[in-house]
């Protein structure tokens, strides 16, 4: 189906009368020539190298335009470049052996960025092709805008979003009350094809927020997403034809690349997710480098249709999903048995390894998610009701409930790591379009567990995690890869914290033996993870099992243990019985501390006995030392332990010469060892 340009619009022959553009952008003109003078602009200021990108301009301490620079390869080569004038495309090209044609992007110093974009320094280069995860994410990420701009103009619709998946693209566009029918998605794919035959390059800008909110101030949806995305002073706009995307990139050189392309689906979406009113379509898509790879990835998935879990489970009498519960699975006697003997192998992985099984409630209020964070980030996804005044949610994740439970009574040292397991039926609210089987559910179950434990013992927990996976993994049969997930943008948190965080799980994943692979920016916002993809029968890869270390939770719900004596900030609290030897009272603690103790006094005239002990017992204090006139005349003091053990009357320097013992051996029960 051949294809002209006209007036900046894209014409598409052949198609139905009905799929034809309702009407030109009488906006589109205008953002293009905008989009060019810029551009125009960013490429005489690179020229000079004055340009504004990362470690640009003058007193960035890159070299000037043209001086030489050192380009290494992997494997040990070296090519020279020269500075904003070689770029990552030339290379190829220069190394041959057809990796100018199968080169994507490149990875430069660490970072990812496209082909044609100018060296700026000595650089360490990867040419990254189709076969790597980053290749096919700029891949995919470059098909989604060939189909938002197709989809412009195919139906007259505003483009809100193009993205790459783990396993193809989608796009939302807004189309009114109109719907994407299923019998013209046949035409709206040989319009991409046509597309992307024409070889549209991909331009690359970096805009400031004032030239963004020009180039956009017709798409309210780009507007918002700059509005709530764009943190930093400037952000990337790439061109393709008559599309302009808010796009971080990188990108294809150009279209032709995209050599085969298949529409999938069409659903209705929303705007911001299901609590939005803007009703959107969302066309899904895929499309590789040639048509072989296309005709290879439908035979895969044919084969996955026979093994298909939804169609096993309906023909083996294990379990069936029904309408009136979408997201929720009916497992059959024959299901139930396999599930509960699952539970039962996990279960007693559990107690072998030193997990402590326990039971939390379904529903909560609000209160505990603001506490924990998850109201903020995740309050969309979560099931919430009215019961008479209050309001109520199901629970989507056991953590916050563990915390409460750690944090019901004070807790020692001796304790840690306390490693609590749960079984729990949890809810959460995936959007209608994306309930896909067992795969991704409303209703379910899984093997949850937390541990508590210090800094100190957080290497061996990870590596016993770790074992753990591959225990079970082993056992049924899964081949599995590992990946650091660090630090996203938005992180909770200070950035030294999270720098030892992810330094204590590289170690654990190198100490662990397994390849493994880097995930820059996947972290949750409360910590860094190790993720655990699994791969099925026919290769596929599925995000399953998470090692998550989360040191903001902890701190949101006040979390403590009392520490050793000889590591304890808070060692002994001197209790008067009354105001009258308060006098006797400072000496004892002026002695204490005399000798290096952290010694504290409770001189509150106005609270009893009781209540100064049970004070310093709840602050952790390893020892309460009470005095009243008996130990004023005798020099002596009444010793209490932490956990309330009364050790009797002691003199103060014989207490003073066995609290040093203690602390000076570094004794981990002192309490015990009085």
Request: proline letters at 6%; hydrophobic letters at 35%.
């Amino acid at each position: 189906m051949p294809s002209t340009r006209a007036g900046g619009r894209l014409l598409f022959a052949g198609a139905a009368r009905r799929h034809r553009v309702s009407g030109p952008d009488p906006h589109l003109s205008e953002r293009l020539r905008l989009f060019q003078q810029l551009r125009a602009a960013q490429q005489q200021r690179d020229e000079a190298g004055t340009g504004t990108g990362t470690g640009t301009g003058t007193g960035s301490g890159r070299p000037p335009p043209g001086t030489p620079i050192r380009i290494a390869l992997p494997g040990g080569g070296c090519l020279p470049g020269r500075a904003l004038q070689t770029t990552p495309f030339q290379v190829a090209t220069q190394l041959g052996g057809g990796l100018a044609k199968a080169a994507l992007v490149a990875r430069v110093n660490g970072t990812l960025q496209d082909l044609d974009r100018p060296l700026e320094s000595d650089t360490d280069l990867e040419l990254l092709d189709f076969s790597t995860p980053e290749g096919r994410a700029a891949f995919w990420q470059s098909s989604a805008c060939v189909l938002g701009a197709v989809a412009e103009q195919f139906y007259g619709a505003t483009l809100c979003s193009a993205q790459a998946t783990e396993d193809g693209f989608f796009c939302d566009v807004h189309m009114g009350e109109r719907t994407v029918q299923r019998g013209e998605l046949p035409a709206l794919e040989d319009a991409c094809d046509t597309f992307a035959r024409t070889g549209h390059r991909f331009e690359r800008l970096e805009a400031t927020r004032q030239q963004l909110a020009e180039l956009f101030k017709h798409n309210s949806f780009q507007l918002q997403q700059i509005e709530e995305e764009v943190t930093s002073p400037t952000a990337t706009v790439y061109r393709c034809g008559p599309l302009l995307q808010l796009c971080h990139g990188p990108l294809l050189r150009h279209t032709g690349l995209i050599a085969a392309l298949r529409i999938l689906t069409s659903s209705a979406a929303f705007w911001r997710g299901a609590g939005s009113r803007q009703s959107l379509q969302r066309v899904a898509a895929v499309a590789f480098p040639s048509a072989q790879d296309l005709a290879a990835w439908q035979q895969a998935q044919d084969e996955a249709a026979l093994r298909d879990h939804r169609r096993i489970g309906r023909e083996q009498e294990l379990f069936f999903f029904h309408k009136l519960s979408p997201g929720s699975c009916f497992f059959l006697p024959r299901g139930a048995h396999v599930y509960n003997t699952l539970v039962d192998f996990i279960r007693s992985e559990y107690r072998a390894r030193g997990f402590c099984e326990v039971v939390t409630p379904n529903v909560f209020s609000p209160q505990l998610w603001e506490l924990s964070g998850h109201w903020q980030h995740y309050s969309t996804h979560m099931f919430s009701f009215t019961a008479g005044t209050e309001t109520l949610s199901l629970k989507p994740m056991n953590c916050p409930a563990h915390c409460l439970m750690f944090a019901h009574r004070p807790r020692s040292w001796r304790e840690l790591p306390l490693r609590l397991a749960d079984f729990g039926v949890l809810h959460r609210n995936e959007p209608p379009s994306t309930l896909t089987g067992l795969t991704r559910v409303r209703r379910f179950q899984q093997d949850d567990a937390h541990i508590f434990c210090t800094l100190e013992q957080l290497e061996g927990e990870i590596d016993a995690c770790l074992d753990f996976v591959q225990t079970v993994y082993a056992t049924l049969g899964f081949s599995f890869r590992l990946a650091l997930a660090t630090r996203p943008p938005g992180f909770l948190g200070d950035p030294e914290t999270w720098d030892r965080a992810e330094q204590q799980l590289e170690r654990s994943l190198r100490a662990f033996g397994q390849p493994w692979e880097l995930s820059l920016g996947d972290g949750a916002f409360y910590g860094p993870k190790i993720d655990i993809r699994i791969r099925d029968a026919l290769g596929r890869q599925h995000q399953c099992g998470t090692i998550q270390l989360d040191f903001q939770m902890p701190e949101r719900f006040e979390l403590e243990y009392a520490r050793p004596l000889w590591l304890s900030p808070v060692q002994a609290m001197v209790i008067p019985q009354a105001p009258e030897v308060e006098d006797y009272a400072r000496e004892v603690q002026a002695v204490l501390r005399g000798d290096g103790m952290m010694a504290d006094l409770d001189g509150d005239a106005g609270a009893t006995l009781a209540r100064k002990i049970r004070r310093a017992q709840l602050a952790h204090y390893n020892f309460q030392l009470v005095v009243g006139r008996r130990e004023r005349a005798h020099g002596t003091v009444s010793v209490r332990t932490r956990d309330n053990r009364q050790l009797g009357e002691h003199d103060l320097h014989r207490l003073l010469q066995r609290l040093r013992e203690l602390r000076d051996a570094r004794v981990p029960d002192a309490e015990e060892q009085f």
